[in-house]
């Protein structure tokens, strides 16, 4: 059974700094994408980073540019979001998603989520 789970959200002050983890099982996604959405209240789900298996190649949001950094271990089939100077409008539950397929380049054909974490950032 594939799991990936998240850990790490919480309560900050905005300028503040969380890292998020996503740690997956029941299978290895070394070959894939992973990636890092968000959902805040009355909103779509967003795509907020993506990396590719190597770490060559990443995603961000324009959002999130020069704030969010993400990456990955294989070995321990983890990926992390470090999330610096965080604003209110970051205010979101964070979803880790693992791509479907394996690929040398970024793949946006994501098949397994995890159940969220809720990140709250108070001005």
């Known amino acids: 059974q594939v799991q990936l789970v998240e850990s790490g959200g919480g309560l900050v002050q905005a300028g503040g700094s969380l890292r998020l983890s996503c740690a997956a099982s029941?299978?290895?996604?070394?070959?894939?994408?992973m990636g890092w959405f968000r959902q805040a209240p009355g909103k779509e789900r967003e795509l907020v980073a993506a990396i590719t298996w190597s770490g060559g190649s990443t995603y961000y949001a324009d959002s999130v540019k020069g704030r969010f950094t993400l990456s990955r271990d294989n070995a321990k089939n983890t990926v992390y979001l470090q999330m610096n100077s965080l604003k209110p409008e970051d205010t979101a539950v964070y979803y880790c998603?693992?791509?479907?397929?394996?690929?040398?380049?970024?793949?946006?054909?994501?098949?397994?989520w995890g159940q969220g974490t809720q990140v709250t950032v108070s001005s």
């Open positions: 998603a693992a791509a479907g397929g394996s690929s040398l380049y970024l793949s946006y054909d994501f098949a397994y």
């Open positions: 029941g299978r290895t996604f070394s070959r894939h994408t």
